[in-house]
């Protein structure tokens, strides 16, 4: 806890080996794995450096993982993900 609250290490990955990481059945999707019961907003862009940034999911990793599937086809040549806390 700090000052009363609890707290939690806030560390969500995602690993490119993962067998979910990738295009499957027409959008791109990954495993979110890190503390169990910390939520995590994946947001995609587009553009890297200009956005705009919109958030697509918000994530509960209840055990400790969670599968992010983007719920646009994969349609674009790249997008770009990044997480935030909600």
Do not use: C, Q
Request: proline share 12%; no cysteine; aromatic share 12%.
């Amino acid at each position: 806890t700090f000052r009363g609250p609890p707290t939690f290490l806030w560390n969500p990955t995602v690993s490119p080996v993962d067998s979910d990481f990738g295009v499957k059945n027409g959008k791109f999707g990954f495993h979110i794995t890190g503390t169990p019961k910390i939520t995590v907003v994946v947001e995609a862009s587009m553009g890297l450096a200009h956005g705009p940034w919109v958030p697509v999911s918000t994530n509960s990793l209840a055990g400790g993982t969670s599968l992010f599937i983007d719920p646009v086809p994969a349609t674009n040549a790249s997008a770009f993900y990044r997480f935030r806390t909600p």
